[in-house]
């Protein structure tokens, strides 16, 4: 087996749906409690058809006053606009605290794990753990957005205008065996070894990891890890316990490595992480 694809992947082993339809990132602080929590508002908008497989979604958040708040790994990136400018989020290995610093409108965009390709050739390994300025995105016209979007007054004005410069630079490329990894792991909730990955992608674990490195910034491991976090997120903040039978149904082996994964990505174990965001979370 090369470095590369050794054969094209069999149809039967694509996708038969959609990454986006496998996978909805979960972020505590845009659930009901969380923004309750910090006293945020929240507007949401989906994208037009054409996007909606990269294009996770379109918000809008307004504070009263200024408030630093956690972001929890989740293997999208973002963009974060103000009247300002605009800053780039590249993946987060951890979770990380986001500073608002004045009160008022902040726009973002979230994009699908991946996704970003179809819109720019980027290395988004060069920006894990980083937020980067507007010049990151190779075209011109993004360093001003920001004007323009807040000429608008309202948040669906901003969405459209927002969406209509994404689709002028919507390239959309070919199905790979990457969109099957990504499948493949959204559908084990990250319970996936490398080695299965390889054999079924027919390619080898390292060109893997290239791939993943460049269209997610994370290692396949680490990409991994953070989906079974995400599953695990999501399910203790609807139905709080630290049984031994949540931590297997979840995939992990004991309680230990639930706590373990739980300190490495979110660098708090899980009780640490319902004080912070300590409200009724039944309807994350």
């Known amino acids: 087996m090369t470095s590369g694809a050794s054969r094209s992947t069999p149809i039967s082993s694509t996708p038969r749906q959609s990454t ?63 009247p300002q400018g605009s800053i780039i ?31 720019f050739d ?37 969405a459209n205008v927002c969406e209509q410069w994404l689709l002028q630079h919507y390239h959309p490329q070919p199905v790979t065996p990457f969109d099957l990894a990504l499948s493949l792991i959204y559908q084990s909730f990250g319970n996936i070894k490398i080695s299965e990955l390889a054999t079924k992608t027919e390619w080898t674990s390292r060109h893997l990891i290239r791939q993943f490195r460049k269209h997610t910034g994370l290692s396949t491991k680490t990409f991994s890890q953070i989906i079974r976090i995400q ?22 082996f004991d309680q230990a490595h639930l706590l373990n994964d739980y300190k490495k990505r979110l660098l708090s174990n899980p009780s640490e992480f319902f004080d912070r965001f300590r409200s009724d979370f039944s309807n994350p």
């Not at 990132?25 to 990269?54: D, M, W, Y």
């Not at 753990?129 to 901003?158: K, M, W």
């Not at 139905?239 to 995939?251: E, V, Y």
């Open 122 to 158: 980027l290395n988004l390994y060069d920006i894990t753990d980083q937020f980067t300025d507007s010049g990151y995105f190779p075209c011109a016209n993004f360093q001003v957005l920001h004007h323009t979007i807040y000429e608008q007054d309202s948040f669906r004005q901003r």
């Open 20 to 82: 986006s339809d496998q996978y909805r990132p979960f972020q505590p602080i845009l659930s009901v409690a969380g923004l309750s929590r910090f006293g945020i508002s929240l507007e949401e908008a989906s994208t037009c058809k054409p996007l909606k497989n990269s294009v996770h979604s379109y918000l809008q958040i307004k504070v009263a006053k200024p408030i630093s708040y956690a972001v929890i790994p989740d293997g999208t990136q973002a963009v974060f606009i103000s």
């Open 89 to 119: 989020s590249g993946a987060q290995s951890q979770a990380c605290d986001v500073p608002i610093l004045e009160s008022g409108d902040y726009f973002g965009i979230r994009f699908f794990p991946g996704a970003l390709r179809h819109f």
């Open 231 to 252: 599953h695990a997120c999501r399910q203790l903040c609807i139905k709080p316990s630290g049984s031994s039978t949540t931590a297997l149904d979840l995939g992990f």
